[in-house]
């Protein structure tokens, strides 16, 4: 079977010829089959008429565009005047009053389609509008998608119907408030409740395998926009939930498109002006010969033996650039008129070779002159173009290739040729019964009448096996199964070169001349008026078919893809209000928090620096106080030295120094101590400051303080090298007062006093001695100087030896106090003690401050963040409401378009429509 019938979902009958990869245009061409002839002339049906000419249906398609529009749009088939398309032209002939009856009745029945056809087109227009701003704000917003949950047959949760969830965006946010909100969504059709009850079946049976719903459940929610989502065994609901929210998004842009694409699709098919009508039956039957009738011109080959093997349609020689020619399309190639190698060339005599011969096509398109008038001609009657397809005969190869062929969109009407002899075939059955799911009513042509002697017998048979194949084109059965005699009617005389040169046709019927025979004459007419009616019964059927099968597939997706946007926006309007929600509150909480954040970071930055500077204060002065004490009470005291003796003097000077030395280093020490617990104290305040402003992370704050001075880098008490000299061992100043008492006398003092001390300072002595002389005069110092010179000395040595564990203590400590003092001792170690506890404080002073800053900065950012989610949030929240309020009121001016109350049905017997 050729791929340009059954590989594309093209709708435009008259396009087939249009290139493959051309696009859908926005303004369709003119009707595309074969048009001649003018219309009627009755006042009634030409008023109708001249609304059709200002109302063409297409009034309203265009965006903006008021249905009470008289503008003429972009698509009209009117816009060329001199070509007739679908607009009624004038009659040629006086028309009686039944075809004037027929006539207005079409022109009614178009008004009503045009009027329907300009609401659907008005609403796929607005629809793509709705789906661009939504694939828009799915960009900047992504959507979220619901997923279905499994339905909780608690008692908490009655409803059999499935809840909705947003899932991905919101997943790991169980907090949200809406997570396990429930939504519904109201059934709008029969089949949506019949599919809701199916799946609650369904459910029921997956609950106990599956922890979510199944995808039909998914399904059940969305008709278009359902994720495909086929990811090894995962559920599609978990995939949705594992899912990345940018992941949706973009998998729902993609169905947003694919939709955008098929709503112009089916834009142009509402647009399209033809219908297309498959004629199939029995091989043998006459298909051939009743499609040869209906075109008044024998242009099929007709022959005995069973001949049709390959689909025949029926095209306006118009599209050929007026060329009666037949273009044979090759196997697998797609039909392209413009394209010469997708097909070959022959002339309508040579459309019986190629009909035969089908081993090399399969189908082919036969460009022809309509012979008839707009009034007579069912092809071109001025209300809808037809185009016929005449298929090969049914048998066991054929019958499943015609009911796919039968089963395309494209094709409005099936008409079913059987013969009045033979009647349905056991193919012809199975076609049927194929058939009927597709196509609720088959338009019957009983053909072959004439050979009928008995005729009510057939009918009553034919009716009888029509009732068991299909019920409800019994039902109708007055509007569509007729016996005709399709060989009976008269050829129109075909044009120079036709394939029937003489144009007289079949109209024999059996070679009787009806001018000879009045009887025959009558009966002639009979079966041409059995045609006729025929014909009107099969255009009022197509036009019928055509609203069904043009306007009723956009108006199903129109209500299906208003119905997901509902559905979607009425999840994505809820999570936005509870995003906005959640997002106002936290700014609540965040606002204050950064406020009091920034104030405590100056605080606390103030405090610690204040704890930190009293803290290495004390520190300082305490051990400034402590050392200096230490130091200048060095002398004092017990150091734990017993003294040795006058001879190991020296020695015991050594140990005395080193005692000294020791207390002070030990006074360093305990000034460590004290640091050591003045920084333990600082760093809990700095501690609590942490856990008071930044929480927990401030309680595994250690502290060890015995690393603390470790390594001693100070000046050691130690270190401190102080000579002992002999001098160190006299205390000079209680010696002098011990001398007065001694000696009683000033001279004896001063006598003692200079020898005394140049005996003990050694050198020039002799001097001295002289000068003594010469002051005291030789006389008086014969008698003094000896004894008193051996009394001082010998009291004085005495002093000072009995005095050594007494005076050379502090001797020492002076000498220590000033050598460290020239160090700087005190002031050096205090320093140092102090520096260390700053240091330790700093730490986690720093820590905190950065702690702090960082603190800042997060909740700066974090309401930066929530900021622009609210934002986002508000944005989203209209848009999506004003999305649902949109979608619902489209989905209810569709459920409006009643497609199944129209005139025409009420004209026809008040056939409803399949
Ligand atoms: N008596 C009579 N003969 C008819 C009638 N219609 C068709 N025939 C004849 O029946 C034969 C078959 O007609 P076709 O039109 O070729 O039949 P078909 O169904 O197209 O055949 P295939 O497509 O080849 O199966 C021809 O010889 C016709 O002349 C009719 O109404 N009455």
């Known amino acids: 079977m050729s791929q340009d019938y059954f590989s594309k979902g093209k709708s435009a009958a008259g396009r087939n010829d249009e290139p493959q990869n051309t696009p859908p245009p926005s303004t369709p061409s003119r009707p595309a089959y074969m048009t001649v002839g003018s219309g009627s002339t009755s006042n009634y049906a030409t008023h109708l008429r001249s609304l059709l000419d200002t109302d063409s249906g297409y009034g309203g398609s265009i965006i903006g565009d008021e249905p009470s529009s008289s503008k003429r749009p972009l698509g009209s088939p009117r816009t060329d005047p001199t070509l007739s398309g679908d607009m009624p032209l004038q009659r040629q002939s006086t028309s009686s009053p039944?075809?004037?009856?027929?006539?207005?009745?079409?022109?009614?029945?178009?008004?009503?389609?045009?009027?329907?056809?300009a609401a659907l087109n008005r609403s796929i227009s607005k629809v793509v509008d709705l789906l661009k701003t939504l694939q828009e704000m799915n960009v900047t917003w992504p959507a979220h998608y619901p997923s279905v949950q499994r339905a909780d047959t608690s008692a908490d949760h009655p409803s059999s119907r499935p809840g909705l969830q947003h899932a991905a965006s919101m997943a790991g946010d169980p907090s949200s408030p809406h997570h396990s909100r429930q939504l519904r969504r109201s059934m709008t059709t029969v089949e949506d409740y019949e599919a809701a009850e199916s799946s609650k079946d369904a459910d029921n049976k997956n609950a106990a395998e599956s922890p979510r719903l199944v995808t039909q459940q998914?399904?059940?929610?969305?008709?278009?926009?359902?994720?495909?989502?086929?990811?090894?065994?995962?559920?599609?609901?978990?995939?949705?939930?594992?899912?990345?929210?940018?992941?949706?998004?973009?998998?729902?842009?993609?169905?947003?498109?694919?939709?955008?694409?098929?709503?112009?699709?089916?834009?142009?098919?509402?647009?399209?002006?033809?219908?297309?009508v498959l004629v199939t039956g029995d091989l043998n039957a006459g298909k051939s010969t009743f499609c040869n009738a209906l075109l008044r011109r024998k242009v099929?080959?007709?022959?005995?033996?069973?001949?049709?093997?390959?689909?025949?349609?029926?095209?306006?020689?118009?599209?050929?650039?007026?060329?009666?020619?037949?273009?044979?399309?090759?196997?697998?190639?797609?039909?392209?008129?413009?394209?010469?190698?997708?097909?070959?060339?022959?002339?309508?005599?040579?459309?019986?070779?190629?009909?035969?011969?089908?081993?090399?096509?399969?189908?082919?398109?036969?460009?022809?002159?309509?012979?008839?008038?707009?009034?007579?001609?069912?092809?071109?009657?001025?209300?809808?173009?037809?185009?016929?397809?005449d298929a090969p005969g049914l048998n066991s190869d054929t019958t499943k290739t015609t009911a796919v062929f039968a089963r395309q969109e494209e094709i409005d009407v099936v008409v079913f040729v059987v013969s009045a002899a033979n009647h349905f075939t056991q193919s012809a059955k199975e076609f049927i019964w194929a058939a009927a799911s597709e196509k609720a009513y088959i338009f019957m042509v009983v053909n072959g009448y004439d050979l009928i002697r008995d005729k009510e017998r057939c009918q009553k048979l034919i009716l009888d096996q029509v009732y068991g194949l299909s019920p409800r084109t019994f039902k109708e059965s007055t509007e569509l199964v007729h016996f005709v005699s399709s060989n009976a009617i008269p050829m129109a005389p075909s044009p120079p070169g036709g394939p029937d040169g003489g144009g007289s046709g079949s109209s024999s019927g059996g070679g009787d001349d009806p001018n000879d025979d009045p009887k025959g004459k009558g009966?002639?007419?009979?079966?041409?008026?059995?045609?006729?009616?025929?014909?009107?019964?099969?255009?009022?059927?197509?036009?019928?078919?055509?609203?069904?099968?043009?306007?009723?597939?956009?108006?199903?997706?129109?209500?299906?893809?208003?119905?997901?946007?509902?559905?979607?926006?009425?999840v994505n309007s809820d999570v936005a209000q509870s995003e906005l929600d959640r997002v106002s509150k936290d700014l609540e909480e965040?606002?204050?928090?950064?406020?009091?954040?920034?104030?405590?970071?100056?605080?606390?930055?103030?405090?610690?620096?204040?704890?930190?500077?009293?803290?290495?204060?004390?520190?300082?002065?305490?051990?400034?106080?402590?050392?200096?004490?230490?130091?200048?009470?060095?002398?004092?005291?017990?150091?734990?030295?017993?003294?040795?003796?006058?001879?190991?003097?020296?020695?015991?000077?050594?140990?005395?120094?080193?005692?000294?030395?020791?207390?002070?280093?030990?006074?360093?020490?305990?000034?460590?101590?004290?640091?050591?617990?003045?920084?333990?104290?600082?760093?809990?305040?700095?501690?609590q400051l942490g856990?008071?402003?930044?929480?927990?992370?401030?309680?595994?704050l250690n502290f060890r303080p015995e690393v603390m001075f470790r390594r001693r880098r100070d000046l050691s008490a130690k270190q401190v090298d102080v000579p002992t000299e002999l001098w160190d061992f006299v205390d000079w100043s209680t010696l002098m007062q011990r001398q007065e008492k001694v000696a009683g006398t000033g001279m004896a003092l001063t006598v003692a006093t200079a020898i005394g001390g140049r005996i003990v300072g050694g050198m020039g002595w002799m001097d001295h001695t002289l000068n003594a002389v010469k002051i005291i005069g030789n006389d008086n110092l014969r008698k003094l100087i000896v004894p008193g010179l051996v009394l001082a000395v010998v009291s004085a040595a005495a002093y000072v030896v009995q005095q050594i564990p007494h005076s050379l203590p502090h001797r020492l400590s002076e000498k220590i106090s000033k050598q460290l003092a020239t160090m700087d001792y005190v002031h050096a170690n205090s320093t140092r003690i102090s520096s260390s506890v700053n240091k330790v404080l700093r730490f986690p002073a720093d820590n905190l401050r950065v702690g702090l800053a960082r603190s800042v900065d997060q909740l700066g950012a974090r309401r930066e963040e929530t900021l622009k989610v609210r934002g986002e949030s508000e944005v989203?929240?209209?848009?999506?409401?004003?999305?649902?309020?949109?979608?619902?009121?489209?989905?209810s001016m569709v459920e409006d378009i009643d497609l199944d109350a129209h005139p025409q049905a009420q004209g026809a017997g008040g056939m409803s429509i399949a």
């Open 98 to 117: 039944e075809s004037d009856h027929h006539s207005q009745a079409a022109a009614v029945h178009q008004l009503w389609y045009n009027s329907h056809r």
């Open 218 to 276: 998914i399904a059940q929610e969305f008709s278009v926009l359902k994720l495909d989502l086929k990811l090894g065994a995962l559920h599609q609901a978990e995939l949705v939930h594992s899912l990345e929210k940018s992941s949706i998004a973009s998998l729902l842009d993609g169905k947003i498109s694919s939709s955008i694409k098929h709503l112009l699709l089916l834009r142009e098919r509402i647009e399209d002006t033809s219908s297309k």
């Open 300 to 389: 099929l080959p007709e022959d005995q033996q069973p001949c049709t093997s390959i689909f025949c349609e029926v095209l306006d020689a118009r599209d050929n650039a007026g060329v009666e020619e037949v273009h044979a399309v090759h196997k697998n190639a797609i039909y392209n008129r413009h394209d010469e190698s997708s097909y070959d060339v022959f002339s309508l005599q040579e459309l019986e070779k190629i009909v035969l011969d089908n081993a090399t096509y399969i189908q082919c398109k036969v460009y022809i002159k309509d012979v008839r008038t707009i009034d007579e001609s069912l092809l071109n009657n001025g209300v809808v173009d037809i185009a016929l397809i």
């Open 523 to 570: 009966k002639e007419k009979e079966k041409v008026r059995d045609f006729e009616k025929l014909e009107q019964s099969l255009r009022r059927f197509v036009l019928e078919k055509r609203a069904r099968s043009k306007l009723a597939p956009a108006r199903t997706y129109l209500l299906n893809i208003l119905n997901d946007v509902n559905v979607l926006a009425t």
């Open 590 to 687: 965040i606002e204050p928090q950064l406020e009091s954040s920034r104030k405590a970071k100056a605080a606390v930055s103030d405090d610690v620096d204040k704890t930190i500077e009293e803290t290495c204060k004390d520190v300082y002065d305490h051990s400034r106080n402590t050392l200096n004490s230490t130091i200048a009470r060095a002398g004092e005291g017990n150091l734990g030295v017993p003294y040795p003796g006058l001879f190991s003097a020296f020695e015991y000077a050594e140990e005395i120094k080193e005692a000294m030395l020791s207390q002070i280093s030990a006074s360093v020490s305990s000034c460590e101590d004290y640091a050591r617990t003045k920084a333990v104290g600082g760093v809990n305040v700095i501690k």
């Open 691 to 700: 856990i008071m402003h930044l929480g927990n992370e401030y309680h595994d």
């Open 876 to 891: 989203a929240l209209k848009y999506f409401g004003n999305l649902v309020r949109e979608s619902g009121h489209q989905r």
